[in-house]
């Protein structure tokens, strides 16, 4: 009799990827700039550290939000009974507005659709949970952040179809290639029950256009399926365009009056645009109101803390607060994806234009020894062990094309950012000397084998002249 089952035994949670193997390696050897100054510096993980500051100084300047009171009065009892798994309506209020507040304030949410989730990887999943059955599958523009696989996949039994995007366009997503992902499904049999898209995009750092999202809603429309619209880093766009988020195009396109209303619907979280992924704030916004009810109900399955949300409620409430961080975060994304460019243009590499996010989607596509993913890996490698940072390969972001990178730059010091270009500057630099001098040597070796080659067969005919003779 078997005592596991087959969820604890098998090898579908997607950790043997490269994605988290990279990090594994970082935290065996993790970079301390007083205890290990040559460790692996962590360019693998999208965390913002840019603004704590801000964060810190407004808990400073609240402490009854801190120390769990309300006019000086403790509320710590109330906190810590049992609340259901509704939330705390002062804080859903809050982080409603929040969300318009990023938006420009150019769409509004209504806080009675909205469920509140345990971060942005328990909401995909849920909606995964309450959109598809085991073998159903959803479309996803590749590439795309490797957690999806586990995050989509591993539990709900769904299936992830690429919508193959490319360079020649800057990876956007087009009209052939939705309807080629859509036909792909369809012939391994698989049921289409949607669409996937993070904007701004994870890992490529770019914001979708209206085109695009016009075009989603107009795919999704004639296919009847459903589009999520992962929306966490809505609050990290530091350069035009601005954000766009997919409800203002469906209002703008009068969709609230057809079933495509109904079939939209938004992943939202605090983990990037406020910086606290440890606090587990997520929250799925959909205007189906039985998939409203059906993610409440499975939301008790991962519950964020009525302390947590009570200091959150009071932070995100006051809006002279709000605004300063909103600007004052972007204006710091701005100027360290600006160093992260310029550092990585000095050594010869090139990022794809972005305007978003806390990483660069790096091309160093000129450094593989050949044009395959095996190459890749092996580059990736070299980067990892010799070099001492931990970015992510794109084959892990099933990319399809190898020799591209994801580099965090928000989750270190500005000193530790300026080593991590120092050194890739290094391994470039290295990588050059050593084609060179193996150039050369080849060409010694040409230019010897030659001069042999024509001595062989200046000695050649002088023994068959000698025999002539």
């Excluded at 009854?64 to 002062?90: C, M, T, V, W």
């Excluded at 880093?233 to 703008?252: A, C, H, Q, W």
């Excluded at 310029?342 to 978003?356: T, V």
Aim: glycine fraction near 6%.
């Amino acid at each position: 009799m078997k005592l596991l089952s087959e969820k604890a035994t098998c090898n579908s949670h997607g950790q043997d990827s490269s994605y988290f193997l990279g990090w594994q390696e970082y935290e065996k050897n993790p970079y301390d700039e007083n205890q290990n100054p040559k460790g692996i510096i962590q360019m693998g993980l999208a965390e913002n550290q840019l603004s704590f500051d801000l964060l810190e100084s407004w808990l400073g300047q609240n402490p009854d939000a801190a120390g769990f009171k309300r006019n000086g009065e403790s509320i710590f009892r109330e906190l810590a009974l049992f609340q259901d798994y509704h939330g705390l309506p002062a804080f859903k209020n809050a982080l409603v507005q929040f969300m318009a507040e990023i938006r420009g304030n150019k769409v509004t949410f209504d806080s009675n659709k909205l469920v509140l989730t345990a971060g942005a990887t328990s909401a995909n999943e849920t909606l995964m949970f309450c959109l598809a059955d085991r073998g159903d599958a959803f479309l996803l523009p590749t590439p795309y952040y490797p957690g999806f696989d586990r995050d989509l996949k591993w539990r709900t039994g769904a299936e992830i179809v690429p919508i193959q995007c490319t360079s020649s366009n800057g990876f956007r997503i087009t009209e052939s290639a939705l309807e080629e992902a859509y036909k792909e499904a369809k012939s391994r049999n698989l049921r289409v029950k949607g669409v996937l898209v993070t904007n701004p995009s994870n890992p490529l750092g770019t914001t979708l256009t209206r085109n695009e999202l016009e075009l989603l809603l107009s795919f999704v429309d004639t296919k009847g399926i459903h589009l999520i619209s992962d929306e966490i880093y809505s609050g990290t766009v530091f350069y035009s365009p601005n954000f766009v988020s997919v409800m203002e195009v469906l209002i703008e396109k009068n969709y609230m009056y057809t079933d495509v209303w109904d079939r939209v619907h938004i992943v939202y979280s605090l983990s990037k645009d406020l910086g606290l992924p440890g606090f587990r704030v997520g929250a799925i916004y959909s205007n189906d109101d039985v998939v409203v009810s059906a993610a409440t109900k499975m939301s008790s399955f991962g519950l964020i803390s009525s302390q947590t949300q009570y200091l959150l409620s009071a932070m995100l409430s006051d809006k002279k607060f709000t605004n300063k961080y909103i600007s004052e975060n972007q204006k710091r994304l701005k100027k360290r994806h600006a160093m992260m460019v310029r550092g990585l243009q000095s050594a010869g590499i090139s990022c794809l234009e972005s305007n978003a996010g806390l990483f660069c989607w790096v091309d160093m596509r000129h450094l593989l020894s050949s044009n395959t993913f095996e190459a890749e890996i092996e580059l990736w490698k070299k980067i990892v062990y010799e070099v001492g940072l931990n970015i992510s390969p794109g084959s892990s972001c099933h990319c399809t094309e190898p020799g591209w990178f994801r580099a965090c730059f928000a989750n270190m010091s500005e000193d530790t950012l300026n080593l991590a270009i120092q050194r890739i500057k290094n391994f470039v630099n290295s990588s050059a000397i050593s084609t060179d001098a193996h150039s050369n040597q080849t060409n010694q070796n040409t230019s010897t084998n030659t001069k042999k080659k024509l001595f062989s067969k200046w000695g050649f005919r002088l023994s068959f002249n000698d025999r002539e003779r």
